[in-house]
């Protein structure tokens, strides 16, 4: 294994890049961005998977950069859509984070309560120059509430309420979600997976 301490984070979102660089940095790593490397990647996602999309993603970063390349993809899948919006979360109609919203509670008016079940989905995947990959992925479960409650959070957080704090995401105070959500459960497992790769000096 190469071990390189400097290790890009390709996405241009800055909540994700506060939460990835926190726990790279407590592994030792120094973090760049897209920008501070004046790069541009934006592949076309044409995995079938989150998993899929996010090593495409930080393939691309790190032959753009030649550095270790960490990247994320995530979205919600809905059971009794068959997983949908699932990959296509974030384009699932035109317009915004409220008319998407809008258009999954459409499809969603006649389904039983007992049946909207859904989850929150985070894949992460850093690829190394060498070929090498660390990955996990982590997910947050909920059911899909019959109207918009709260105006917290963004994308599709006010109709996905998690039962355990009757409360959607939009709801529940960020320090708590920044807990419990698909996101932060990936990196927990992440963060496992990256010490003991660089630990044992490879993937075993």
Do not use: W
């Not at 190469?2 to 909540?15: M, P, R, V």
């Not at 495409?56 to 994320?72: H, Q, R, T, V, Y």
């Not at 809905?78 to 409220?98: H, K, M």
């Not at 919203?101 to 039983?112: D, I, S, Y």
Request: glycine content about 8%.
């Amino acid at each position: 294994m190469i071990f390189l301490n400097k290790l890009l984070i390709a996405t241009n979102n800055q909540k994700k890049l506060k939460e990835l660089s926190a726990i790279l940095v407590d592994l030792g790593f120094e973090c760049v961005t897209l920008k501070d490397m004046n790069i541009e990647c934006d592949p076309e996602e044409t995995g079938t998977t989150f998993a899929e999309n996010s090593y495409i993603k930080a393939k691309c970063g790190m032959e753009l950069s030649k550095l270790p390349c960490i990247a994320d993809d995530s979205g919600l899948m809905v059971d009794a859509l068959g997983g949908a919006p699932g990959i296509y979360s974030a384009r699932y109609c035109e317009g915004t984070d409220a008319d998407r919203t809008a258009f999954l509670l459409k499809n969603m008016e006649n389904v039983a309560d007992e049946n909207r079940t859904a989850r929150f989905v985070s894949a992460i995947t850093c690829v190394f120059p060498n070929g090498d990959t660390v990955a996990a992925e982590g997910a947050c479960e909920g059911v899909i509430t019959r109207e918009v409650m709260g105006d917290g959070g963004f994308g599709y957080d006010p109709v996905f309420l998690v039962p355990a704090h009757k409360a959607t995401f939009a709801e529940i105070p960020q320090a708590v979600k920044n807990e419990i959500s698909h996101r932060a459960n990936a990196l927990k497992i992440f963060k496992k997976k990256m010490e003991l790769y660089l630990s044992e000096g490879g993937l075993k």
